[in-house]
Nanobody, 123 residues
Framework: QVQLRESGGGLVQAGASLRLSCVASGRTVTNYIMAWFRQAPGKDREFVAAASMTRPELNYSDSVKGRFTISRDNAKDTIHLQMNNLKPEDTAVYYC????????????????WGQGTQVTVSS
């Protein structure tokens, strides 16, 4: 059973930066993907970014490309999400997700989820 612990959320003004982190524990597979999703009030959960932990591929949604950067620390089973130039529309609960496998795809259904961390961007 994989457990995910997110940290780094908070309240910031538009244009500021935040860095989220997610640590996975209990991993038993060699190939896996870790990702960030977010859910704003009244909206469906949406994909933000993903990292293949055993391959170089990184994936981003169009809405964050160029502003957000996902990075990985394989030795610590950790991913980070550096969020720059934050906008009010980035306000959401950000969830870390984990799935055995090699690559993120738009149809992948992630197996494990964290509890989420709130990011609020004021205008």
């Amino acid at each position: 059973q994989v457990q995910l612990r997110e940290s780094g959320g908070g309240l910031v003004q538009a244009g500021a930066s935040l860095r989220l982190s997610c640590v996975a524990s209990g991993r038993t597979v060699t190939n896996y993907i870790m990702a960030w999703f977010r859910q704003a009030p009244g909206k469906d959960r949406e994909f933000v970014a993903a990292a293949s932990m055993t391959r170089p591929e990184l994936n981003y949604s169009d809405s964050v490309k160029g502003r957000f950067t996902i990075s990985r620390d394989n030795a610590k089973d950790t991913i980070h999400l550096q969020m720059n130039n934050l906008k009010p529309e980035d306000t959401a609960v950000y969830y870390c997700a984990f799935d055995p496998g090699l690559l993120h795809t738009p149809t992948r259904r992630y197996t494990y989820w964290g509890q989420g961390t709130q990011v609020t961007v004021s205008s």
